[in-house]
């Protein structure tokens, strides 16, 4: 999952885009609401925790936006101020939950938890394929309910296949979801699926990772080959 934070405290933002990835998540960082539409626009991101004011405008507006574009990403304000009628108004935009600085970084991170495993949202459900299973709201992976204990960037991998149903995922939409804007290793992603395929063949799973040259990856169950 990839999370953008938009924070014009650059040092703020570095230590709450750590703290997400620390918590399995992707994060990018930017400080102004112009680079997040442009962000928004541009890459696949799945929540937003957004400083209200921004040195380029209120973030409401760009929150108002999204939601007339019918986009339902998540979204976390964080603001200075606490006052009902911010609160209220955040909300009315169409933000999902406000927290007022100062709080603390795990506050932050329980939130965002919440956010995106709210009903309704993918990330309350648990997905099988064969016996494999992914609980996304715990991030956690089992074959024949042992649980599959994987690096973080695996299950991040695995994570997005699993979400995919059965679709080919490309290796740039991997590598998206996976480091965010970071730059990884040219050969990472291919080095990730060959140690995955190695942990749920040697796990039992019956689920299977094929290989689609060019286009990307699909996981699929052994037993209904595609
Ligand atoms: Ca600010």
């Known amino acids: 999952m990839r999370i953008l934070v938009v924070e014009d405290e650059a040092r703020l933002a570095r230590l709450l885009a750590d703290a997400l990835v620390k918590a399995g998540f992707a994060a990018d960082t930017c400080g102004r609401l112009g680079d997040a539409a442009a962000l928004l626009g541009s890459e696949a991101i799945d929540a ?9 405008g209120d973030v409401l507006h760009l929150v108002s936006r999204l939601r007339g574009e019918g986009q339902d990403l998540p979204i976390l304000l964080l603001t200075a ?18 927290l007022v600085k100062p709080f603390a970084v795990p506050e ?16 309350g459900r648990v997905d099988t394929i064969g016996n494999l299973a992914f609980d996304f709201a715990a991030r956690a992976a089992s074959v024949g309910n042992r649980p599959l204990a994987l690096p973080r960037h695996e299950l991040a991998v695995l994570e997005q296949l699993v979400l995919a149903g059965g679709r080919v995922v490309t290796k740039e939409m991997l590598i998206a979801k996976v480091y965010g804007l970071d730059e990884p290793e040219s050969n990472a992603i291919p080095v990730h699926i060959h140690h995955l395929r190695h942990r749920l063949g040697d796990a039992g799973s019956t689920a299977h990772i094929h290989t689609f040259r060019g286009l990307g990856y699909m996981l699929a169950d052994q037993e209904k080959r595609p």
């Open 108 to 123: 932050l991170v329980a939130r965002v938890r919440a956010l995106v495993r709210r009903p309704g949202s993918v990330f």
């Open 48 to 56: 937003l925790v957004a400083d209200r004011i921004l040195p380029d």
């Open 81 to 98: 101020r606490d006052s009902v009628e911010d609160r209220v108004a955040g909300l009315e935009a169409g933000a999902d939950d406000y």
